[in-house]
């Protein structure tokens, strides 16, 4: 299954490591975190060019970090949804 994180960019619900609180990397640790992974490419944001909202979430996958201006406690619904209905899905098979 698949998480969309806002602008036409998805990635596979298993592959998600963490989301993230965006503001908990502005500083610190995790600021470098940030400037690492964007000076390597592996930072992708799925902003809209020229769009002003704020950087809500960071997702950590195993292969990129995402920036979305969708909220963490929408995206964590969101791949919690994708599971509970495999495993309805799962129910109505064994029945």
Same mark, same amino acid.
């Given at each position: 299954?698949?998480?969309?994180?806002?602008?036409?960019?998805?990635?596979?619900?298993?592959?998600?490591?963490?989301? #993230?609180?965006?503001?908990?990397?502005?500083?610190? =640790?995790? !600021?470098? $975190?940030?400037?690492?992974?964007?000076? +390597?490419? /592996?930072?992708? #944001?799925?902003?809209?060019?020229?769009?002003?909202? =704020?950087? !809500?979430? $960071?997702?950590?996958?195993?292969?990129? +970090?995402? /920036?979305?201006?969708?909220?963490?406690?929408?995206?964590?619904?969101?791949?919690?949804?994708?599971?509970?209905?495999?495993?309805?899905?799962?129910?109505?098979?064994?029945?």
């Amino acid at each position: 299954m698949f998480l969309h994180l806002g602008n036409g960019v998805s990635v596979r619900t298993k592959d998600v490591i963490a989301i #993230s609180d965006y503001a908990l990397f502005q500083d610190g =640790p995790g !600021k470098e $975190l940030l400037e690492h992974h964007k000076a +390597t490419g /592996l930072l992708v #944001s799925t902003r809209p060019a020229g769009d002003a909202t =704020p950087i !809500k979430s $960071l997702i950590l996958t195993k292969d990129k +970090t995402y /920036l979305s201006v969708i909220s963490p406690l929408t995206l964590k619904r969101r791949s919690q949804q994708v599971y509970d209905t495999l495993d309805n899905d799962r129910t109505d098979e064994i029945e």
